[in-house]
């Protein structure tokens, strides 16, 4: 019995010195690169010296087979080498592609591509954005200044990773906590709908026996579905959550909104999506309603067909209509071949921006023509045959008869728009991605709150950031909504 | 002066016309200066604002009454807004785009010197007509003021659908030509390569299985939900109604974005990702107030006298409910359907975010991902979106009234 | 003040129906005008036109004298009435008073302080003056209809022009309104045109009744004249309640023939002759006994009880009158009603009418 133990530690021992020889033979003279970390999407690379001192920059290679040389490959990142006195490094957790040398953030150009030092012997990087699931080979080559490759680009020795690591390392997320929630709420909806029907029963309105039934079904939905996930979002806000701990998050106070406040561009972002919403929602009306009141017409030959086509852009499926525009507006594109010209709409920001803003009113003015030709088919014409017979000029009968009249539609549908616009988060992923860049872990130039939020969540992974930005987001919309609301109100109760 | 009536209430038709058209033109213009920014074109530019400029100009010298004179001021104006208009067109490569621009320029300048010679624009604007003229200009107005005016409503309208209908022919040519040829002339080619490669393959089958099974999961799940409840809020008062009813209006305000996060947690910590039943659950619940709203609106017009004639003849409430009230409303049962079908059928975020493997995708996500990926599928992604979007087209036109009706019910009432 | 005519007056729509048929009608100067017809008759087109809310397809209208054929509506000097009152909902009652002067050509506008002072005469007089920041949904609906009149009066149009304006009120406030009006147009004079298709209005209201069917112009007369001697069975059957019964058949020396059922006409149709029909009011037609020896025999179908009046519905020869027996102090006892009995009854009363085919 005794020399088992002793069997087993042996070999582990001789197994380790193998594996510690092999290290060593395979960074011979050379430098080497290890795989770190693996996780979801992610995957570290540890590099060694000795570093050639004709190195300018690695350029990391990666594929999903074993390559030998750099044209099977994909090109990943690149990471300078050179002096870095003037430069900045990140804050931990501020880049998701962190790069480390030795043990500290490496610092970045302003372009935020890393830069490690001359000096340096050893750095690290995180590789982002690799597909999950599948097993990735990696080269780093050094490369000179003049971008030549060190190395024999046809000799290649990859290292190999796997990026499915932590769905098979650590146990998947706990589900208890969220199915007890869930059933807690599920519960309380249930006692208070039979409490609302005792209540009912003691006052004796027998006829509505079976409304709390009727609603059960919705209500326990709603507060299931819609008001759980808020407040759990409200609760991520607060806490680490990003895509690598889910099970184990901790609640982290206010960092995430300190954070929110030390992005980059935050104030650019904000001024860009209300100058947006507000652009969009103004031409929204402004169009809408200039078309709906060329639609009353009476009389008007060929308006079914012109109804019918004023509609399509909100027939057809938003999403293919945004990717039409997005092809159009290609420099080879059909909107250049039409102005003769061969511009990249997306590329340069303020052009981007102005685009963005008219393909989205191109989306959204159906829905304001169809909300006004409703209201102006109720309003009737007996009051504007009042008004003729009074003489009122057509102008006139337009500002003081119909616009004060088409109010009641007006607030409602204008602020529904503007959320809609707020929101449209479609119109800009499927057009620019929020591009063109701008800098480094900064939103693009013609990103909104919402693609950017999602940008932090699902490009970063940070979704207690993006949590937290969700509810800045929403007090905004509540805040601008009541002003809103309180302010044309307050123009009613004046006239 | 003593004037009669009619001279007092005439003013020649053209200039009652040019009144509204030319600060029309001037807009337009304002638009087209916006075209010529985006093209870096500075003299397009320069050229674009004067002649804005000068259309105002014109329509502040059209006179304003009768005998204020002012024709040589405004047939100067019109001609040098001939010449602007002719400058910025030989300035171009004279494409469609700029013959049509400048057409702005040329047509309002011509339009005004054709008319500032028509007889009863220069008897009137000189004082010449007498009263004889006047009533003779009111029964010659009555007729070609509509039909001035409706052919300038008709030149604003053919405008607007130009610029809703591009984006579809155009969609229309690239799934017809060979390639993915973005530009080039509509209608050059034929080729019905697209659609062959797109229906011939198994990828579009999946991502149209995928958003079948999901958009009709929703519409069932949604009405089973949605229709007791709306029913309940059309008939009943209960303690519980004016609130819950309130909280479904509440959750129609909220952004999308801030549940996407804590759906995305919810659904992966429960193992729901990249399954079909996630997106039900979440299209269903997020279509559910609209749903409920609308359907409250369809049972409120069924008259209650039926269904208290029916309890007379001693059906019970759920017999009631499912014998009178439901085949009565089954055509707006039908539209909340639709809506909630076409909803989940064209739904992209949430979809982008809960299915990560290509055989899960849904059609939006499926027909976006041959964009930016694969080496930019144009025109297989043309023909696909016209495959994919011409039912959904066809079914909102078909029910557009019932459909806006039932929407503004839930969405302007409410 | 002005006196309005139309000379052949047509009006045909875009889908070919006829709204106006060659309507020759004069409207003296302060004269109230009623337009009488059943739905679809062409008297609200013929108000239409005359506001110049619809073209003239042929003939012409004058108001004072002067065509208005193509002058616009607001130039025309009218003020309207109409059915539903359009009130202009987002204004108060001030606005909507003072609306169309606010609105007038620079040329023309009056000053401000003018516009307040009709505004405020124009409540008085209607009784709106306590109403005056309210908004139109806040008023009853015989204040709302005062609204209108008052909007229509303020700007002291020459024709004042009434499309229905009665019918939307219930029928109590629609009595009072009905002596309003006519106290209003006594006090005014303003020549007015008042379409209704209620015969009551028409007699309470009218100076002169022109009654129309299918655009065509039936009869023009004071209501009275009207009443007793209508021009054509058609205005014998819409004026008056009952309704004046009336028999198709045929005059033949003296005698009326309708199927089965043949009288002797009185007197003053002796001379009757041909197809036609005959006409008798309710209230003239007599009944007797059966023994009696004069009168046609009737067969008793039913008696309605209206308090002081009944209604006798009488058959003869698949023939159904009415006769209208009214109780007045001292009148004689009613002909007892047992349904199924026979009556006399005289059809030869001297109002008895003859409208021949």
Known sequence: ?495 | MNQTVAQKSYVPAELLALRSWLPAAAAMNGLLFVGEALRASPGGMGLTATGLLLLLALRFTLPAQAGAGRLWALRLLAMALIAVGFGAFMLTDRTLYDVWSRAWLLGPGVLVLAWSFFAPVQAWSTGKGGPEAAEEGLARNRTRLPRLETRALHLFLLHAIAVIIVPVIWIADVAVSPGNILGGRIGDAFTLEHFRSVLGGSQFWIWTRNSLIIAIGTTLVGLALAVPAGYAYSRYDFAGRKGSMFAFLLVQMFPGIIILVPYFMVMKTLGLLNTSIGLIIVYSVTALPLCVWMLKGFFDTVPRALEEAALLDGCTQLEVFFRIVLPLSLPAVGMTALFSFIAAWNEFLLALVFNTSNDRYTLPVGLSSMIPANGQLWGDFAAASIVVSIPVVVLFMLFQRSLIQGLSAGSVKG | MSAVSFEKTTKIYDDGTVGLDHLDLQVDEGEFLVLLGPSGCGKSTALRLLAGLEDISSGAIRIGGTCVNDLPPGARGLGMVFQSYALYPHMSVRDNLSFGLRRMKKAERLADSEIDARVMVAAEMLDLHKALEKKPRELSGGQQQRVAIGRALVRRPGVLLMDEPLSNLDAKLRNRMRFELRRLHEMHGTTTLYVTHDQVEAMTLADRIAILKDGKLQQHAQPLAAYQQPANAFVASFLGTPAMNLIEGEARDGRFHAGALSFDLPEHLGDAQGKGVFGLRPENTRMGSASSSKGVRFRLGGVEHLGGERVYHLEAGGHWIKALWRRTSGSQESPSGETGRELRVRLDDPSAQFFKE
């Open chain 1, 1 to 495: 019995m005794a020399p088992r133990p002793f069997i087993t530690v042996l070999a582990s021992w001789l197994l380790v010195l193998s594996l510690c020889a092999t290290a060593a033979q395979a960074a011979g003279p050379n430098m080497a690169v290890v795989v770190g970390e693996e996780s979801y999407r992610t995957l570290r690379i540890e590099v060694t010296g000795p570093i050639d001192p004709r190195t300018d920059a690695w350029e990391v290679w990666f594929a999903n087979r074993e390559f030998s040389r750099l044209d099977e490959a994909e090109f990943h990142s690149l990471v300078r080498r050179g002096d870095t006195s003037g430069l900045t490094r990140p804050a931990v957790g501020a880049a998701y592609d962190e790069c480390r040398v030795d043990g500290d953030m490496a610092h970045r150009d302003e372009q935020g591509r890393p830069v490690i030092s001359s000096q340096a012997t050893r750095w690290s990087c995180d590789l982002t954005g690799m597909t999950p699931g599948q097993v990735q080979w990696i080269a780093v080559v050094p490369v000179d200044a003049a971008g030549t490759p060190l190395l024999d680009v046809n000799a290649l020795q990859p290292v190999a990773g796997r990026t499915d690591v932590p769905d098979v390392r650590t146990p998947p997320p706990d589900s208890r906590p969220v199915t007890y929630a869930l059933g807690a709420i599920v519960l309380s909806a249930i006692a208070l709908l039979s409490f609302l029907r005792w209540q009912d029963a003691k006052r004796g309105r027998t006829r509505a026996r079976l409304a709390h039934l009727y609603v059960a079904p919705g209500i326990i939905a709603l507060a299931g579905l819609t008001f759980y996930p808020i407040l759990y979002g409200i609760w991520l806000a607060f806490t680490d959550a990003d895509q690598s701990h889910l099970g184990d998050t901790a609640f982290i106070g206010l960092q995430n909104f300190v954070e929110v406040f030390k992005t980059p561009g935050i104030w650019r972002v904000t001024a860009f999506t209300f100058i947006w919403s507000i652009a969009n929602v103004t031409f929204h009306v402004l169009l809408g309603l200039v078309l709906a009141l060329a639609l009353n017409r009476p009389g008007l030959k060929g308006k079914t067909v012109y109804r019918t086509i004023l509609l399509l852009p909100w027939a057809i499926p938003g999403y293919i209509s945004v990717l039409a525009w997005n092809g159009m507006l290609q420099p080879d594109g059909l909107i250049n071949g039409m102005l003769g010209t061969q511009i990249d709409f997306l590329a340069d920001a303020g052009r981007a921006r102005v685009v963005v803003i008219l393909v989205n009113i191109w989306l959204g003015v159906p829905f304001m023509m169809a909300s006004f030709s409703g209201a102006l088919q109720a309003l009737g014409k007996d009051m504007f045959e009042a008004a003729e017979v009074d003489g009122v000029s057509r102008w006139d009968q337009l500002i003081h008869l119909t616009l004060p009249n088409l109010k009641a539609t007006m607030v409602p549908v204008s602020l529904l728009g503007f959320i809609w616009s707020f929101n449209a988060f479609n119109t800009i992923y499927l057009l620019s991605r929020g591009g063109p860049y701008v800098g480094f872990g900064e939103p693009g130039a013609t990103d909104i709150l919402v693609t950017y939020v999602f940008e932090v969540a699902f490009t970063y992974g940070h979704y207690g950031l993006a949590a937290a930005w969700s509810v800045l987001i929403f007090l905004m919309l509540v805040g601008f909504s009541w002003t809103y609301l309180r302010q044309t109100r307050a123009t009613e109760a004046a006239a």
